[in-house]
């Protein structure tokens, strides 16, 4: 299977996020694009060179992560699965909020309340799988003497 394969129809438009669509064909490509739109055929070691690609041209779109964790439900990986569709969502913060969010989920690092309270915060901004394992966290944490 080429890294390419497994791919399916958006789940990600420029007016938002929208239902995914049924996979027909895993090997299709059409519309795969970069994060900032550039379909991933123009990423190129020429555009490159030609000064035609930029840092937004290498960060993953949201609809690559979920045609990968459609391939991985396929194989029998629902966890790995999960975790692209988290990702999926995560591409919609900026790289410092990541960065934080990744910061409070180290064990002693946050209190139950604070990890509850940021997972209440994705949940507003619409990202529903990383407020759930925030809140998982934190109660998995607290049961654990892991909390700060």
Do not use: F
């Amino acid at each position: 299977m080429s890294h390419r394969a497994g791919w399916l129809g958006p789940s990600w438009h420029q007016s938002g996020w929208t239902d995914v669509a049924d996979v027909t064909d895993v090997a299709d490509v059409t519309g795969v694009r970069a994060l900032s739109g550039k379909p991933v055929d123009g990423l190129t070691v020429e555009a490159v060179r030609a000064g035609e690609v930029g840092v937004a041209d290498l960060r993953i779109h949201p609809e690559t992560l979920e045609r990968q964790a459609v391939v991985a439900e396929q194989h029998g990986n629902p966890q790995l699965a999960e975790n692209l569709r988290r990702a999926a969502e995560l591409t919609r913060l900026p790289d410092d909020e990541v960065l934080a969010i990744y910061e409070a989920l180290r064990p002693g690092r946050s209190t139950p309340a604070q990890l509850t309270e940021l997972a209440a915060s994705l949940d507003a901004r619409g990202l529903p799988r990383c407020a759930a394992l925030l809140t998982e966290a934190a109660e998995v944490y607290a049961r654990r003497g892991l909390s700060a």
